[in-house]
T-cell receptor, first 112, second 113 residues
Framework: DQQVKQNSPSLSVQEGRISILNCDYTNSMFDYFLWYKKYPAEGPTFLISISSIKDKNEDGRFTVFLNKSAKHLSLHIVPSQPGDSAVYFCAASSYNFNKFYFGSGTKLNVKP | NAGVTQTPKFQVLKTGQSMTLQCAQDMNHNSMYWYRQDPGMGLRLIYYSASEGTTDKGEVPNGYNVSRLNKREFSLRLESAAPSQTSVYFC????????????FGQGTRLTVV
């Protein structure tokens, strides 16, 4: 059973608008959450992370929000750019597990 | 700065053949991982090594073996390839899950016919 879920396989957004990608998790032991970006024929690259002691983390155009009570996190991209078009993976980990669990990914298409 | 290097990048195998996927990292990370990526399934953990000398099963270990040769290298072996093992394989390394990120290689696209 998947412990990290991304229920939207794809998302299409106009350039300049906000992109919101969502992720849910089931294991309350997770204490560190990450977003990765993946272009075709490349490995995933780290984008942004958040510790469970925070509810928000910003890095430029990217903001990750964590709602622990709902076991939900989201990635906001503002403003969206065509170069942001990629597959985005949500991941969760724990110091106790020493491994990373990934969601199934959301393919973002930012239209010019 | 190479990061995580995987070889080969592409491979076609016949059913029943064996092969080893190689992975090396130059970041002095303790932990290394092997994932496979399949359409609609995301990245699933095959095996991981928390530190040199240790290996553990992940979510989908059947049909695979691993070797943590030293701190830098972590190889994945398919003893008798099956079409269900057609996938893209990624190696990753980290200085500790729960506190920092994992860095990924560029992947190996494997086709088993």
């Amino acid at each position: 059973d998947q412990q990290v879920k991304q229920n939207s396989p794809s998302l299409s957004v106009q350039e300049g608008r906000i992109s919101i990608l969502n992720c849910d998790y089931t294991n309350s032991m997770f204490d560190y959450f990450l977003w990765y970006k993946k272009y075709p024929a490349e490995g995933p690259t780290f984008l942004i992370s958040i510790s469970s002691i925070k509810d928000k983390n910003e890095d430029g155009r990217f903001t990750v929000f964590l709602n622990k009570s709902a076991k939900h996190l989201s990635l906001h991209i503002v403003p969206s750019q065509p170069g942001d078009s990629a597959v985005y993976f949500c991941a969760a980990s724990s110091y106790n597990f020493n491994k990373f669990y990934f969601g199934s990914g959301t393919k973002l298409n930012v239209k010019p | 700065n190479a990061g995580v290097t995987q070889t080969p990048k592409f491979q076609v195998l016949k059913t029943g053949q064996s092969m080893t996927l190689q992975c090396a990292q130059d970041m002095n990370h303790n932990s290394m991982y092997w994932y496979r990526q399949d359409p609609g399934m995301g990245l699933r953990l095959i095996y991981y090594s928390a530190s040199e000398g240790t290996t553990d099963k992940g979510e989908v270990p059947n049909g695979y073996n691993v070797s943590r040769l030293n701190k830098r290298e972590f190889s994945l072996r398919l003893e008798s390839a099956a079409p269900s093992q057609t996938s893209v394989y990624f190696c990753a390394s980290s200085d500790g899950a729960g506190v920092t990120e994992a860095f990924f290689g560029q992947g190996t696209r494997l086709t088993v016919v």
